[in-house]
């Protein structure tokens, strides 16, 4: 029996076996809130964004999320994209038996006296990154997520280890900044940090270096590949499925970290290598990583990223859907205008993918069974002085101009075919006035009232670590939003639950909840701009009045562009790339296409 290390946190003196083979040279791991895989993409996103005196919520709704699958050696079934690509570096240099990748609570089983590194990797560690920390701190204690708690514990364990002075810790993956920003090295306990991709050759030398015993710098920035047979592909199986698809974006704006890696769309046979390697190993869901699926197979083409080739995106979903063994297929990340430039991609896509998605809009959907695709993509604001500013590229083909009529035609263009994108807001850029967030409230409102649906997921503004506006400084607090992006966030929230509320108790137990606990915890944490918000969200006064109250600001109806004049806005030399089979051609363009 051995007892924990000496500096370890209360409440982990635990003694336990050590491995009866002396433990794995290099133990991989990562928060089980970010490995569980069943119930789909919002648990994680739930378990990142709710406070940890809210797990109840998640234990009711989810009694088994806990419950992970093991391979016959005890190490995890599945594991995050990330890790398993840091697992696949390490194999080219080090033995099978040397590596493995296991469940935090398995960690017991493999650290021993023979282990010299334990690597985690972590998406979300500290909830300090955009969305994630606003419901917890609108909800209270900010600092501790779900996920948080549970990073947390992962690092407590490691630091418990009776063997933690004879390896090193190494952090990597995209939250590994959010330990160098909190300086929380000591706390948790880590050696390294390390930003970058795991294939990178200086990846492989720090790990030569902690094997040797030697000291490790603070942090490491590793290079990210420049071209697309340089990144590896997982061939176990991956939570959620998740097989890359692209790297970087090529929008530009400046807010993004993604975005400042290269601009590559990986080979579609080395994709399909990594979707069958999931299936063997007994995944039935597939999701393809991108930021932008919109852009694969067209980069570094002849055409620009913005027009997407529908032929090669309709093979390379068609070929995975049509996978034996896929029955679940789950999008990940887009952008809006390609709805816009080729409507028809759209629908080819739906056809193919409707019938493997797990996502059912009863309310919502026009597909027999209910189906729904449901991308992330950012909207972001929808003031064009504040898009110019961020994002200027965000929208293109089209000009930032057009901004909230891209938006409003792009989603047309989609809930059409049955997908309701989840559409990410920034609340608090830096500079944002009153007229800026008075611009995206009719936005919002424009949506409300042509019935168009996207679940809008406000976040205060976070300056991501890298970016181009690392320096800058938004609102920090929820305390200090004012009315007006309160009511920003409220009405979002208001929009989102349109679809859950077609029964008669569903209002009723709205209005009476979000009273109840604004009197019980929520006044006091977010302050007086917060409660007319509140009231309009919860219902109990109508908007009409609280706008003849003068409590709340109703949007005004916007011009907005249809797709034709979106389409003759672009530049005659674009005409080349849009397709026929669209309609709306200008009538030069259309002579120029004979
Ligand atoms: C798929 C995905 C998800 C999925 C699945 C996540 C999962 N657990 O598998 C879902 C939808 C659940 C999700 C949720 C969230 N996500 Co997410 N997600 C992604 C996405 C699109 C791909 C991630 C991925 O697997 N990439 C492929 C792998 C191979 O890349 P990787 O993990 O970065 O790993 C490489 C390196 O980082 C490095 N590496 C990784 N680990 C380690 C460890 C060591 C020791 C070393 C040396 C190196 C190393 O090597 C790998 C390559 O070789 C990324 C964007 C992107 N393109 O990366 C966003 C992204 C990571 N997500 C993001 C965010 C914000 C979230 C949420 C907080 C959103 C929310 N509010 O709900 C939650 C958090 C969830 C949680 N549990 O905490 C942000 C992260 C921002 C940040 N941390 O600063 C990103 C970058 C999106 C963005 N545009 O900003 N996400
Ligand atoms: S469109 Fe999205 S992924 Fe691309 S640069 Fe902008 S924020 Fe980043």
Known sequence: ????????????????????????????????????????????????????????????????????????????????????????????????????????????????????????????????????????????SSKMPINSHYSRDLFAKIKASPFRQSFKVIVGGS??????????????????????????????????????????????????PVERDGILFPDTRTTFGVVEMTTGCGRRCKFCVPDLNPQIALPKKKIMEAVRANVRN??????????DMFIWGQVHTNTPFYF????????????????????????????????VVDPLLIKQLSDLLLPKSPIHFPVLSSHPQKKALAPLIGLETGSVRMAKQIMSSKGVPFSIEDW?????????????????????LIIGNPGETDDDVRDTIDLVY?????????????????????????????????????????????????????????????????????????????????????TWPLLMFSGAISEKNLQRMGKIYRGKPLKVKTRKELIASLKPKDWQYLRADNGDLPLAARAAAV
Not at 180 to 194: A, G, M, P, R, W
Not at 282 to 291: H, M, R, V, W
């Open 446 to 530: 424009e949506i409300e009232r042509r019935g168009l649906f996207a679940f809008l997921v406000p976040s205060i503004f976070t300056p991501l670590h890298d970016t181009r506006m690392e320096k800058e400084r938004g609102v920090t607090q929820t305390r200090q939003l004012t009315p007006l992006q309160w009511q920003l966030m409220m009405k979002c929230w208001k929009m989102n639950l349109r679809p859950g509320q077609y029964s008669w108790w569903g209002p009723m137990a709205w209005r009476v909840g979000s009273i109840g606990m604004w009197l019980y915890k929520l006044r006091g944490l977010n302050g007086p701009n917060f």
């Open 404 to 424: 909230p009529s891209v938006v409003i035609e792009g989603l047309r263009v989609l809930n059409e075919n049955n997908w309701f994108p989840a559409m990410t």
């Open 175 to 224: 939250g590994g900044w959010q330990i160098i920003q909190t300086d929380t090295y000591e706390e948790l306990s880590i050696d390294c940090v390390v930003e970058g991709r795991s294939e990178s050759l200086e990846t492989l030398e720090l790990f030569r270096k902690a094997i040797q015993g030697e000291e490790l710098p603070r942090q490491v920035e590793v290079k990210h």
């Open 1 to 140: 029996m051995i007892s924990p290390h000496e500096g370890a946190a209360p409440g982990f003196q635990v003694t336990y076996e050590p491995p009866a083979d002396g433990g794995r040279m290099i133990v991989l791991t990562a928060p089980l809130t970010e490995i569980i895989d069943h119930a789909g993409y919002f648990i994680q996103m739930a378990l990142a964004s709710l406070p940890i005196w809210m797990e109840g919520v998640i234990n009711r709704k989810y009694p088994k999320w806990r419950e992970v699958e093991h391979n016959p050696d005890g190490s995890a079934r599945y594991m995050p994209a990330g890790v398993r690509l840091v697992e696949k570096s390490l194999l080219r240099e080090y033995r099978s038996d040397d590596v493995v990748a296991c469940f935090p609570d398995d960690l017991h089983k493999f650290v021993g006296p023979r282990t010299r590194v334990v690597a985690v990797s972590t998406h979300n560690p500290l909830g300090v990154t955009f969305a994630a920390g606003v419901y917890t701190s609108i909800f209270g």
């Open 282 to 291: 007994g995944n039935k869901q597939i999701s393809l990583a991108t930021e």
């Open 308 to 339: 997407p080739n529908r032929e090669a995106l309709v093979d390379l979903y068609s070929d995975i859907v049509n996978t034996p063994g896929v029955e679940q297929h789950v999008l990940s990340h887009c952008t809006i205008a390609p709805a």
